[in-house]
């Protein structure tokens, strides 16, 4: 049985849902608290990479895909912050076609954890982002990543 915590965002209330790891991010309707230390963890976490505080998460992630969803979505998480790669680049990484990276970013579960917004078109265009707010969020993501990272170096 999965809990759920609540955290507000500059992308709207996210729902952290989860046990001892985290399984799903979801935008979510109305609050909901928890006291699991690994959703609280997130809780904090989240809150300082919208602080711009945090590069890079340090959680259990237990996001359930098949088997190629999770080398994508493990493929995903090493990208660095405030950096982007193509699907055609994790597509060349994994032996695989541009659109079943699409495809398995479309499900990722553990949006914003699974950074699936720091993979963008070859043209350099964003393009989809299942999260609430579409490619408005996918954008605010991508220029928070971009303004902290150029501070930073």
Not at 101 to 123: E, M, Y
């Amino acid at each position: 049985m999965s809990s759920c915590l609540t955290t507000e965002t500059p992308v709207g209330l996210i729902g952290i849902y989860g046990q001892t790891s985290i399984t799903k991010i979801g935008w979510a309707q109305r609050q909901s608290n928890s006291e699991l230390p690994e959703l609280r963890k997130a809780e904090k976490q989240i809150a300082a990479y919208f602080n711009g505080t945090l590069l890079q998460f340090d959680l259990q992630l237990e996001p359930s895909g098949s088997i190629f969803q999770q080398k994508v979505w493990a493929h995903i998480c090493r990208v660095p912050y405030g950096q982007t790669l193509t699907y055609g680049d994790v597509a060349i990484s994994l032996e695989t076609s541009p659109r079943a990276v699409g495809r398995a970013c479309a499900s990722n579960p553990i949006p914003l954890l699974i950074p699936c917004h720091r993979i963008i078109a070859k043209t350099g265009a964003l393009t989809g982002y299942t999260g609430r707010g579409g490619l408005k969020t996918k954008q605010l993501l991508l220029t928070l990543e971009q303004k902290v990272f150029s501070c930073a170096t």
